[in-house]
């Protein structure tokens, strides 16, 4: 599937009348990307950028309101079976057979362990009956564009004293520790703080029995009415707040934390720091997919729209916002050797790294956390996912996290 010098270029847009309507979330929608994109592309592009939850229950039950969703492979588990999105074409995308293996295979080569959970190559595929597989075909639910393997952020403390998942579960931090409240994700965090202490063993780590959701939510319901939390959050500005206001009264804090997050913070001029959990990562993978309306110009637009995301301009300013990309011949055309040392083969800064505004992230000298990007995705210990059980989850979750008055950040 050769695509010569094609794939070179993103293909010309054919305009429509209003603005390109991407659903997302701050992960990926910020100023930088709009106007880039916008500029790239002529398009009029407008970001409706929701929490994880809020753009997931969109996504399914408002295909009229959106012509791109920007989320999460997980997502797709609950989100496609609705209707609500089209097979996206892989003959329109000039670019697709650089698209790395980690999003087609679920792991970086054969060698490697395939990690459980919503595996993206699982559910990457539209196979001949509509449903979704690992079995290729030229139909796809999502286009891979974002990914990362994330970990606790440790503000006002040694990060070398959080070596562990089960630090979240430490009576030492004991009013000092912030959940993502997502279920999808925040279960997982549960799920690796309290296997790392003894607490739980699952047969399958991304897949919880509703026996095995009772004690882990009992564990959560604990944890809220002792005062254990000291916050919650859906939306990564809340989490960026909270860590910024911790570290402003001179408090330690530690959680889960996205790394554009983590990149925003050192932005702002707080010390965080990122663990290296010895059990391993939880991992996700973002993309992009259409909405089962979209049509005529708007859809042609859309494409384009993919189509920018596997270039160099996105690969560019979404690195330095801390995310890993899926097309690697465009992170080596798009970044300098120094750049591509640092976010991916973690070498020591050579000059300051700076975010895509131009804020002062990294000094140099200094190393990205894990080390380079094949250390830290071939560590992964769960993926991001929707469990058969979700729906008795999300239920059980919300009733604990609602049980006593843990701030709620958003």
């Not at 990294?362 to 991001?384: K, N």
Request: proline share 6%; hydrophobic share 45%; net charge negative.
């Amino acid at each position: 599937m050769a695509r010569s010098d094609a794939r070179l270029s993103v293909p010309g847009v054919v305009r429509p009348r209003a603005p390109l309507r991407v659903l997302g979330t701050s992960v990926t929608q910020f100023p930088e990307i709009a106007d880039a994109a916008a500029k790239d592309l002529g398009l009029k592009i407008e970001f409706m950028t929701l929490d994880g939850a809020e753009a997931q229950r969109r996504a399914a039950l408002e295909p009229d309101s959106f012509d791109v969703y920007d989320q999460w492979f997980h997502d797709i588990d609950l989100i496609w079976p609705t209707g609500s999105l089209q097979p996206i074409n892989v003959t329109r995308l000039p670019r697709w057979d650089e698209i790395g293996p980690v999003a087609k295979t679920g792991r970086l080569s054969p060698g490697h362990p395939a990690a459980p959970g919503g595996d993206p190559s699982q559910r990457l595929f539209v196979q001949f009956d509509g449903t979704l597989g690992a079995a290729a075909s030229d139909r796809i639910s999502m286009l891979p564009t974002v990914h990362n393997a994330d970990t606790l952020a440790v503000v006002g403390a040694p990060v070398a004293e959080v070596t562990s998942w089960g630090a979240m579960l430490d009576p030492a931090w004991a009013g000092r520790v912030m959940l993502q409240s997502d279920p999808a994700i925040g279960c997982l965090e549960l799920i690796l703080a309290m296997r790392a202490r003894g607490e739980l063993a699952l047969a399958d780590m991304g897949n919880a029995s509703l026996e095995e959701i009772d004690t882990l939510v009992q564990r959560l319901h604990g944890l809220v009415a002792s005062g254990h939390l000291a916050a919650t959050w859906s939306d990564e500005t809340a989490a960026i707040d909270a860590f910024a206001n911790a570290h402003a009264r001179g408090e330690a804090m530690i959680g889960s934390l996205w790394w554009s997050g983590f990149t925003a913070l050192r932005a702002r001029g707080v010390p965080v720091e990122m663990a290296t959990p010895r059990e391993g990562y939880r991992a996700w993978f973002g993309g992009l997919s259409l909405s089962s309306r979209l049509t005529g110009a708007t859809a042609e637009a859309a494409y384009s729209y993919l189509n920018w995301w596997l270039g160099e301009h996105a690969a560019t300013l979404m690195t330095h916002r801390g995310a890993y990309m899926a097309n690697p011949v465009a992170l080596k055309a798009a970044l300098s050797a120094e750049d591509f040392a640092f976010w991916y083969d973690g070498a020591p800064a050579h000059q300051p790294i700076r975010d895509p505004s131009g804020a002062l992230v990294f000094r140099p000298g200094a190393r990205r956390e894990g080390g380079g990007y094949a250390a830290r995705m071939s560590r992964i210990a769960v993926w991001d996912a929707v469990m058969a059980e979700h729906n008795y989850l999300v239920r059980r979750w919300e009733r604990a996290l609602a049980a006593a008055p843990v701030r709620r950040t958003a």
